[in-house]
C-alpha cells in the first residue's frame, strides 16, 4: 500500500507560480515512476507530467512544456510540480500518481490506467 498526499495548491493570479508536493508513505517509492495529472470540471483526468525512477526520463504534455518542472527527491519520497507563468486554463484539481507495478522502470507513463496509486487530489485555481 502506497499513500499519496498532495499539497502546495491555492488560488494565484495568472502568470503567477505554485509548487505542488506529493509525500508518500507505506512503500519508499524511489523505484516506481510517477505522474501529475489534473482534472478540470466536466473533463478528463489528463497526464501533465511525468518522471521515470531515476529521473532521468521526463514528459510534459505539449500546453505546459516551458512553463511545468517535474521532479523528484527520492530521499524524501516526493515528487513536486513547479508550475510557472500559470494562466487561467491550467485551473483544476491536480493528483499525484505512482505505478507500482514496475520497478526501475526508465519509461514515463501517460495513461490513469497506468497508475495503482492516486493521491486526493489539490486545488488548482488560475485567476485572470
Known amino acids: 500500500q502506497v499513500q499519496l498526499v498532495e499539497s502546495g495548491g491555492g488560488l494565484v493570479q495568472a502568470g503567477g507560480s505554485l509548487r505542488l508536493s506529493c509525500a508518500a508513505s507505506?512503500?519508499?517509492?524511489?523505484?516506481?515512476?510517477l505522474g501529475w495529472f489534473r482534472q478540470a470540471p466536466g473533463k478528463e483526468r489528463d497526464v501533465v507530467a511525468a518522471?521515470?525512477?531515476?529521473?532521468?526520463?521526463?514528459y510534459y504534455t505539449d500546453s505546459v512544456k516551458g512553463r511545468f518542472t517535474i521532479s523528484r527527491d527520492n530521499a524524501k519520497n516526493t515528487v513536486y510540480l513547479q508550475m510557472n507563468s500559470l494562466k487561467t486554463e491550467d485551473t483544476a484539481v491536480y493528483y499525484c500518481?505512482?505505478?507500482?507495478?514496475?520497478?526501475?522502470?526508465?519509461?514515463?507513463?501517460?495513461?490513469?490506467?497506468?497508475?495503482?496509486?492516486w493521491g486526493q487530489g489539490t486545488q488548482v485555481t488560475v485567476s485572470s
Open positions: 500518481a505512482v505505478r507500482t507495478s514496475t520497478l526501475y522502470s526508465g519509461t514515463v507513463y501517460l495513461s490513469t490506467s497506468e497508475y495503482g496509486y
Open positions: 507505506g512503500r519508499t517509492f524511489s523505484s516506481y515512476a
Open positions: 518522471i521515470s525512477w531515476s529521473g532521468g526520463n521526463t
